[in-house]
């Protein structure tokens, strides 16, 4: 482990109540110690030694049990090492002095915490990118399969260019669907267009079926919907009901009566017999209860794979669109 490592470590850890209280023992007794030996407050400057503990302290503990430290500090070393209490003896000397160290002590304070702070959203960026990086591995692997299985089970062409126009159509889309990444962070999502245009790369044609009314998502519901969608797809293509020439899906959603909770259906017919995943993937992980999807419930049934999701904060549009059969031909 690299000293940059340790100290990262150190201050992003989280810790408990004990161990907190452990530390702020641990800070106020070694100076404490330490300043005993040398000279027991002989030389003056009682606060010497505290200054170092007050600092590692505000790096390594919550703000408030770092502001405990410094307060016990300033009551402890003024006691042994300055010649009474603070306040036993009321002069300008007295008060400009701890003043000053009530200055001194909440810039280090101050510091500490912004230091700390800073690390930490540091490690959340760090921990998010390999997060980010271990979906795109994902995705890529998934975005080939998905291509592979267009191109052996998808075009319907009696040549060469025909098979061409109309593969390169569905990449064309699949590339386009690519595109929903960015609603949640620049526009509202809203059912049935999330699953037309997610979907419509896979080209199924009549063997996914969308019903549902108009619904519009909150921002934060999109990109995991979205990607919640394409991993459904993804596996029935591979191992589900749209592995085969008999198989086909049914993605129907409707509100409830509260008029706030949506709740979507994904279910699998004709398809092989479903087995259970032997291991969990990230794959796995996008089908989970997580941020803008509230509840997932996964079924492995033989007869076929079926998935409840729910998303708080949706709302009907008025104007009810009636249900369709999808895909629409790519353009």
């Given at each position: 482990?690299t000293?940059?490592?340790a100290v990262?470590?150190?201050?992003?850890r989280?810790?408990g109540?004990?161990?907190q209280l452990?530390?702020?023992?641990?800070?106020l007794?070694?100076?404490t110690?330490?300043?005993?030996?040398v000279?027991?407050?002989?030389?003056?400057?009682p606060f010497?030694?505290?200054w170092?503990?007050?600092?590692?302290?505000?790096?390594i503990l919550d703000?408030?049990?770092a502001?405990?430290?410094?307060?016990v500090a300033a009551?402890l070393?003024?006691?042994?090492?300055?010649?009474?209490?603070w306040?036993?003896e009321?002069?300008?000397t007295?008060?400009?002095?701890?003043a000053?160290?009530?200055?001194?002590a909440g810039?280090?304070?101050?510091?500490g915490?912004?230091l700390r702070s800073?690390v930490?959203e540091?490690?959340?960026l760090?921990?998010q990118?390999?997060?980010?990086?271990?979906?795109?591995r994902h995705?890529?692997?998934?975005?080939?399969?998905?291509?592979?299985?267009l191109?052996?089970r998808g075009?319907?062409a009696?040549?060469p260019?025909?098979?061409y126009?109309e593969f390169?159509?569905?990449?064309?889309?699949?590339?386009?669907?690519s595109?929903l990444?960015?609603?949640?962070?620049e526009?509202e999502?809203?059912?049935p267009?999330i699953?037309?245009?997610?979907?419509?790369?896979?080209?199924?044609e009549e063997r996914?079926?969308l019903?549902g009314d108009?619904?519009?998502?909150?921002?934060?519901?999109?990109?995991?919907?979205i990607?919640?969608?394409?991993?459904?797809?993804?596996?029935?293509?591979?191992?589900?009901?749209?592995?085969n020439?008999?198989?086909?899906?049914?993605?129907s959603?409707?509100?409830a009566?509260?008029?706030c909770?949506?709740?979507l259906?994904?279910?699998?017919?004709?398809?092989p017999?479903?087995?259970p995943p032997?291991?969990?993937?990230?794959?796995t992980?996008?089908?989970?209860?997580?941020?803008?999807?509230?509840a997932v419930?996964?079924n492995?049934?033989?007869r076929?794979?079926?998935?409840?999701?729910?998303?708080?904060?949706a709302?009907?549009?008025?104007e009810?669109?009636p249900a369709?059969r999808?895909p629409?031909?790519v353009?």
């Amino acid at each position: 482990m690299t000293r940059a490592t340790a100290v990262r470590k150190a201050l992003t850890r989280h810790r408990g109540f004990a161990e907190q209280l452990f530390w702020v023992a641990v800070l106020l007794a070694a100076p404490t110690a330490l300043r005993a030996t040398v000279d027991r407050g002989a030389l003056g400057l009682p606060f010497l030694t505290y200054w170092p503990s007050i600092l590692i302290g505000s790096l390594i503990l919550d703000t408030r049990y770092a502001v405990v430290l410094a307060w016990v500090a300033a009551m402890l070393s003024q006691r042994l090492f300055g010649g009474g209490a603070w306040f036993s003896e009321v002069n300008p000397t007295r008060v400009i002095f701890f003043a000053l160290f009530a200055f001194s002590a909440g810039l280090i304070l101050t510091a500490g915490a912004a230091l700390r702070s800073a690390v930490r959203e540091l490690d959340a960026l760090n921990l998010q990118a390999e997060g980010f990086n271990r979906e795109l591995r994902h995705r890529v692997r998934n975005m080939l399969a998905i291509i592979q299985a267009l191109a052996s089970r998808g075009p319907k062409a009696e040549n060469p260019l025909d098979f061409y126009r109309e593969f390169s159509g569905r990449l064309e889309g699949l590339a386009h669907a690519s595109d929903l990444l960015r609603i949640g962070t620049e526009t509202e999502g809203r059912l049935p267009e999330i699953a037309q245009r997610t979907l419509e790369p896979f080209g199924m044609e009549e063997r996914i079926r969308l019903s549902g009314d108009q619904c519009v998502l909150p921002g934060a519901s999109c990109i995991p919907l979205i990607m919640a969608l394409h991993e459904l797809a993804t596996n029935a293509i591979k191992h589900g009901a749209l592995s085969n020439a008999g198989g086909r899906v049914e993605l129907s959603w409707f509100m409830a009566i509260d008029g706030c909770n949506l709740y979507l259906l994904w279910k699998e017919f004709g398809g092989p017999v479903v087995k259970p995943p032997t291991r969990e993937g990230i794959g796995t992980r996008l089908l989970m209860p997580q941020p803008g999807l509230e509840a997932v419930e996964v079924n492995f049934d033989r007869r076929g794979l079926w998935c409840e999701i729910m998303i708080a904060g949706a709302a009907r549009v008025e104007e009810n669109e009636p249900a369709q059969r999808f895909p629409r031909k790519v353009r």
